[in-house]
């Protein structure tokens, strides 16, 4: 069973729509497809699951997380897919460039702040 786990500074929910990000990218990996136009992941087995995480530090030293009293300025997202065997190199490329266009374009406006 396909399962993406989303990590993400906590300080994020405030700024973006997570469960709208996990719908796309849940929409994302049952649409993409192998070189014989097979779809790669069942779209029963399909799994994304988001947990933010309220302690963190970002290394910069730019902000910390709320309960280290930082401004929560900095943010991270942690994507992290997991599949199971028998896909081939390009093909795990291939779904990892799509998942990381969907959250790049669900994420725009923060990272353009």
Known sequence: MPHL????SANLDARTDMTALCRG????????RDEQGKQ???TGGVRVFAFPAAH???ADG????????????YGF???N????RGRGSEVKEHVGRTLEGVAMRH???LLER
């Open 56 to 58: 963190y530090a970002i």
């Open 81 to 84: 897919l997991r599949m199971g």
């Open 25 to 32: 990218l849940a929409d994302a990996m049952i649409s993409v």
């Open 40 to 42: 790669i992941f069942p």
């Open 77 to 79: 997202v942690y994507l």
């Open 107 to 109: 994420l725009q406006a």
């Open 62 to 73: 730019g902000a910390a997380g709320r309960a280290a009293g930082g401004s929560g300025d």
């Open 5 to 8: 786990v989303v990590l993400y």
